[in-house]
T-cell receptor, first 110, second 111 residues
Framework: SQTIHQWPATLVQPVGSPLSLECTVE??????LYWYRQAAGRGLQLLFY??????ISSEVPQNLSASRPQDRQFILSSKKLLLSDSGFYLC?????????FGPGTRLLVL | GESVGLHLPTLSVQEGDNSIINCAYS??????FIWYKQESGKGPQFIID?????DKRQGQRVTVLLNKTVKHLSLQIAATQPGDSAVYFC??????????FGAGTTVTVRA
């Protein structure tokens, strides 16, 4: 069966510091991968998606970037965090339409 | 903007009663819909899905109804249990494999 991992689970970072969140998927090959952000009490906002290694599409202009160095690895990064980057970050994978989510990373920027 | 929305942000239901969560969508081109359950501090969990060529689909204690005429989707939970307390999201696929999510309905089960 497929599993999706995210780490860290929780992160507290100062404004202006860099960020690297990692997501890995097991048990499937060539998945579509997604990064979402969820503000408190809100829905999910798609940030990036990838259909293959090195292929990244950005949905919204922002302070973040994404990379896919391996088939089942998806990384969310920032060079300098902003207060507004705080939130719950979710990674998801799909083979077709159905997306399956990881446990999420809660990021607090102070 | 989001094309999927929910009629009510909160729903309080007595344990053992049935729950109905509603969702409206605006993109008539969407052909696949999903309901997710998200417990506090966790990622969304897939509950059930339905394609646009169906009106109804049943799972274990859950039923999804799709009314394409009025672009309405609902999730029915039978014999609601305390473990059903969560935020429920509907999602549609208006394009490619990218889902569009509603804001969510918070379901609270009263003992």
């Amino acid at each position: 069966s497929q599993t999706i991992h995210q780490w860290p689970a929780t992160l507290v970072q100062p404004v202006g510091s860099p960020l690297s969140l990692e997501c890995t998927v097991e048990g499937t090959s060539n998945p579509n991968l997604y990064w979402y952000r969820q503000a408190a009490g809100r829905g999910l906002q798609l940030l990036f998606y990838s259909v293959g290694i090195g292929q990244i599409s950005s949905e919204v202009p922002q302070n973040l970037s994404a990379s896919r160095p391996q088939d089942r690895q998806f990384i969310l990064s920032s060079k300098k965090l902003l207060l507004s980057d705080s939130g719950f970050y979710l990674c998801a994978w799909s083979a077709q339409e159905t997306q399956y989510f990881g446990p999420g990373t809660r990021l607090l920027v102070l | 903007g989001e094309s999927v929305g929910l009629h009510l942000p909160t729903l309080s239901v007595q344990e053992g009663d049935n729950s109905i969560i509603n969702c409206a969508y605006s993109n008539s081109a969407s052909d696949y819909f999903i309901w997710y359950k998200q417990e506090s501090g966790k990622g969304p969990q897939f509950i059930i899905d339905i394609r646009s060529n169906m009106d109804k689909r049943q799972g274990q204690r859950v039923t999804v109804l799709l009314n394409k005429t009025v672009k309405h989707l609902s999730l029915q939970i039978a014999a609601t249990q305390p473990g059903d307390s969560a935020v429920y999201f509907c999602a549609e696929t208006p394009r490619d494999y990218k889902l569009s999510f509603g804001a969510g309905t918070t379901v609270t089960v009263r003992a």
